[in-house]
Every structure is written in C-alpha cells, then in structure tokens.
C-alpha cells in the first residue's frame, strides 16, 4: 500500500470532507487529541462575541428572558439555555428531549445521579442497596465521586472487572457504574447487555458517556439506560471546561431526588420561597445560575455535531483508526502495532493478559481489533510512551500521554482528513525508528499531560 495516494483516494471520496473548513485549526498541526479537547468551530468566536457584547453588554440582565436583538427581534432567553442544549444532546444519545440537561461538570453531574440512585433504591422494602459496582481503572473522577459518598456513609464502592461484573451484581447492588468507551484504551462495553444484567439484578445503570458522545452511536432509550452523564469539551467541541449533560430515563423523573437542592433546579426560582420544591423532570439537576458563556459555546459545538450527524461521524472514525493501523503496519518496521486480541479486557494495561503485554519496549496497540468495539481512538503501550507523545508533539501531531506507559490517539472524524492520519502514521514510524524521543527535552513532565 501507498499510504499517500491511499489517503488521497479516501479524502477524494469523503462525505464529510467540507466540515473540516467548519473548524478553525492552526496550521501545521495534526491533531490527535479532539477525544480531550475538541477542536475551535469557526462559529464560536463570533457567537461568544454577540452573547458578550450584545447579550450582556447591551441587553444586560434582561437577557435572561431574551434581549430584543439588533433586528428588533428577540434572541432567545438564557434561562432556558441548559434544557435547550439537552434538548439538541438528546438525539445525538438515543434519548427523548425532555430526559437530557446541560449543566455543571461531568464529575459533579456523577455525584447527583449516583445519589439520586440511591434514593431510588431506599423504597419501602427494608432491605437497602448501598454498593455501586464499577471497574478497577475506570476515569478516576467515577471512581473518587463514589468515593466522596463512601465517606460519607452513603455508598459503598464495589470493583470488579469487565468480566466479573455479572458475578458482582448480587441484592446489595444499587448501581452499575461504568464508562462506556473506556479513557486509556478506547474499549466500548455492550451497553444494551450490560444494562440488561443489572436490571436482572434490581440495580439501575448510570452510563458515563465522556468518550462516546459525538463519536459513536449510542442509544440509551433501547438499552433501557436509567442514568447518564457526558462530557461537552470532547467530540461536542465546547470548549475547555464547558458544561457537561446528564440524561434521566423519563420513567424515573417523578421520583428523582438530588442532594445539591440549589434554587435553579427549584418549581419557581424567582418566588423566592423558604421551602425547596423541585422543578419538574430534568430541570431539577440544576442547581446554580448556569454558565451562559460556557453554554453558548457548547451550543455551538452541539448544533454542528448535530449537522454533520453522529452515524456518519461514527463510521468515519472508524476508517480513520482502520486506515492508521493500515499505513503504520505499511512502514515495515512495526512489527508488534497489530491490536490487540478480542479478549484483552478494557481495564488498565497491567489487567492485559499475556498475549497483550508482549514486547514492551516496542509500540504495541492495546485497543481492541474489533473497531465496532472500541470508541475512536487507538492507545499504543510504549516503554517509553511519554517521551514518544513529546517527540511527536514536537513534530506537530498532538497526541496525549495516560498512564503508566500509554501513547493516545484519538481521531476525531469531524475534521480529521484521511492525509492527515497518513502523515501522523509516518511521524510515528519516524520518531521511533531515528530514537528522536530519548532527547532529554522530551522526558521533562508537563503539569497537564
Ligand atoms: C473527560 C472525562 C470526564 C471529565 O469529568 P470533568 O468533571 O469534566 O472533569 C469524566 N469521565 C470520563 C470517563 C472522562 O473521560
């Protein structure tokens, strides 16, 4: 294979070629890292330009019911922007509109529903369930914001890998907690199965969708899903530290009960009443005034994944990790980039069996062969990964580092050209076959890696 002319055929007859013009990327860059900081849409700046000069600066804080605008019409209040941008978020994760909010961080998001299972659990039966069930080297923030109920005598945390979950699902179980696409090593759990083991179980399921949304397809509503959080920074472009979602089966709205009982998730925030009493549905997840800045940019970033559409894009990734894997093995020199077996389990690197763990001081892929079974992006175990991710930084195709020895790339199907991925393969096989990451100045940790 020619990878060059490889890539110019794919980019040729690309469907989604034109939305890489729809972001504003520098140049020189390759960028490998929209799984944790989704790139620039050429339509935020000016649209955080009108919400700032216009909307508070000329519509001040009659904005929030929708200040009228330059044409004399009204743009939107900003009280309603959290349930409207759910309302957009909502298709792209196979949930109704109304089940869907734009709020607070991710982290903060866990806490509430994870407490808001365990309410749920505390029926009239007697018998009360306390252990959230999750993975050994799932996102740290799951697994510390189970730990802050722990201390306080809440929860209980319970870990158990991939394939021991069913075992773990015993009456004691309130709820299952895991990442659908898994951080370092991209594998995707099956959602609809996994939620239909803790149903089995009487446990409820809250689906962290951090590294799925925006990147491959998800359908909460036919899982059968309680529970779900998201991120807004990653392939929803929203810029760093925009809010995040939380998704809420409808069939459990009415009894929904969180613990951060702040006056904008009240039924009449501006009654100004003594009393709390929760709004209705979804609305009840929010508790301060929302970020309005943050939300906008969001907007943005949400309306165009929405444009492009999460089947293409998901089929896209796809091809662009396929087509990676194709131009590194062209190289001639990688001989242990080939992904990993099936079976390797999602856990952390150590949890790999054998046959994943080979050759160490070579690049050695340990995301899953399968690409309908990993989300978009293909981790690589080096010796020496930290040292590898600077060197190709300095080359201009940005990548991150995880922990302990994991290069990460993710491939953002919105603005990535088939090229693009060629050429960071190339880099690679470059920066490994000259010894160019053993210079000192590639070793000095960053705080941020
Ligand atoms: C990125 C990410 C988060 C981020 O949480 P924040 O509260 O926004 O910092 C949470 N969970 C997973 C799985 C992530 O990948």
């Known amino acids: ?196 083991m803790a149903h089995r179980a009487g446990a409820f399921v809250l689906w962290d969708l951090s590294h799925s949304t925006g990147a491959v397809e998800v359908d909460l509503g036919h899982c059968g899903a309680d529970f779900a959080v998201g991120c807004g920074y990653k392939y929803l472009n929203g810029g760093p530290g925009a809010p995040a979602f939380a998704f809420v089966a409808e069939r459990h709205h009415a009894r929904l009960a969180q613990p951060l009982t702040g006056w904008f998730g009240h039924a009449r925030p501006f009654a100004f009443e003594d009393d709390y009493s929760p709004a209705a549905g979804v609305a009840r997840l929010l508790a301060g005034t929302p970020p309005i800045l943050g939300l906008a940019a969001l907007e943005v970033g949400v309306d165009l994944v929405a444009e492009i559409g999460v089947t293409r894009l998901a089929a896209k990734s796809r091809a662009l990790s396929e087509f990676f894997l194709r131009c590194l093995q062209a190289s001639g020199d990688l001989p242990e980039a080939t992904p990993a077996p099936a079976s390797c389990p999602s856990g952390t690197a150590e949890g790999a069996p054998a046959g994943c763990s080979a050759a160490r001081h070579e690049l050695h892929c340990v995301s899953l062969a399968d690409p309908a079974r990993r989300g978009s992006q293909l981790s690589f175990r080096h010796e020496n990964a930290y040292a590898v991710t600077q060197a190709l930084i300095a080359r201009g195709v940005i990548g991150d580092f995880r922990e302990p020895d994991v290069l990460r790339l993710g491939f953002s199907p919105a603005y990535l050209r088939f090229r693009d991925v060629a050429d960071a393969a190339r880099h690679l096989a470059e920066v490994l076959r000259s010894g160019e990451w053993r210079q000192p100045r590639f070793a000095t940790r960053a705080q941020v890696t």
């Open 1 to 196: 294979m020619n990878p060059a002319e490889e890539a110019r055929r794919l980019d040729a007859a690309d469907p989604l070629a034109a939305f890489r013009d729809r972001f504003l990327l520098p140049g020189g860059v390759i960028y490998l890292d929209g799984n944790s900081l989704g790139a620039l849409p050429r339509d935020t700046a000016a649209r955080l330009e009108a919400v700032v000069r216009r909307e508070w600066g000329e519509g001040l804080i009659r904005s929030w019911n929708g200040a009228p605008d330059l044409n004399g019409e009204r743009a939107p209040g900003w009280v309603d922007l959290p349930q409207r941008v759910g309302t957009k978020i909502a298709p792209l994760i196979g949930a109704q509109p109304h089940e869907v909010i734009a709020c607070d961080s991710t982290s903060v998001n866990i806490f509430k529903l994870i407490s808001a299972a365990l309410a749920m659990q505390s029926g009239a039966q007697g018998h009360r369930r306390k252990v959230i069930l999750s993975e050994p080297g799932n996102f740290p923030t799951d697994l510390y914001m189970i730990a802050g109920l722990e201390a306080q005598g809440l929860a209980q945390r319970r870990l158990a890998p991939a394939d021991q979950l069913a075992d773990a699902l015993d009456e004691d179980v309130a709820l299952l907690l895991l990442t659908h696409v898994h951080y370092r090593t991209g594998a995707m759990h099956d959602m609809a199965e996994l939620t239909r």
